[in-house]
């Protein structure tokens, strides 16, 4: 109750974060685990599949594995404390670049879908979509796949056909919701009408498509896949929420606030000079949050030149 109704994972917080252990050592525990962190490993193993076959191969999946693959990320995503903290962990595994995007999209809308007070079916058609969002770009020019350099003007144009090409690659696959196609059709477009490919407004955009639109810009923005563009961390993420709202759902919007606000506070981080910290204060007026190391010292990174968190830890 306490997740659905938009407290996001608050409720976990205990007081043993506080406890000292050893005199002045703190003792800093994590929502995140290696068990549940193995498991996102091996999903990310598996639905590398459908991004690195050739269109046989990936016909396969999307007709024998999918659905199942769909069920599981559903179940893992509802019932994994803290969830966000596995897209932003650094796990070290060669997968493609959509994989990672895809996955990590597919965790937060299905997380928004579950905040919104979504029914079970249109959730899980939420993860079906957003795990299927960026298909199209399967038949994008190798040189294009890795997102590993800027776009020309023309590589552009072509990406954004990525969009009708996915809805094409899917739409003979007559068992998936119809909502799953609503959302490879139209993930990139926008409120006020200024997205693409059909320049659609607030009122031709359901919410399940609202969900997996926002989450893939909230990942696009933590993970650009476009050189060029400066990545954000989540405090940043956080306070560009409010101004992202004449683009996508307000409510949506101030859902994920709250949610990513409870998940960073009392949440254990590792700071680039190889300390374990706990986030103790933020504020979205801030760039960065105040953390307690584990020996006690407590840091405000805003007055810290190059000292900042690299990750989040388990």
Known sequence: KSILSGDGDKYLYSKDRESRV??????????????????YVNMLQELDKLFTSDSRGRDLFLRDACGAFTAKLNRFVI???????YC???YRMEVAVLTEHSMRTAIIATKLAQLTGMDSREIMAVTYGAILHDIGCTELPDQMRNFNKRFSLDEQKLYKKHVLTGVNIVKSH?????????????????LDGSGYPLGLKADKLPGVVRAAALANAIDQALYPLNSGREALKLPQVIKELPHWALHFDPRMCAVLIKYFE?????????????????????????????????????????????LNIESYSI
């Open 88 to 90: 932003l962990y650094p």
């Open 79 to 85: 019932s994994t404390p803290g969830v966000i903290g």
């Open 22 to 39: 050893g005199g002045s050592a703190i003792k800093i525990t994590s929502l995140l685990n290696s068990k549940s962190l193995d498991i």
């Open 174 to 190: 007559r068992f998936l919701p119809r909502e799953v196609l609503l959302i490879i059709g139209s993930h990139h477009e926008m």
């Open 262 to 306: 409870d998940f960073i506070m009392s949440n254990r981080v590792t700071l680039d000079d190889g300390r374990l910290a706990e986030i103790v204060w933020s504020h979205t007026a801030y760039k960065e949050p105040v953390v307690r190391t584990s020996d006690g010292e407590i840091i405000d990174l805003n007055k810290i030149v190059g």
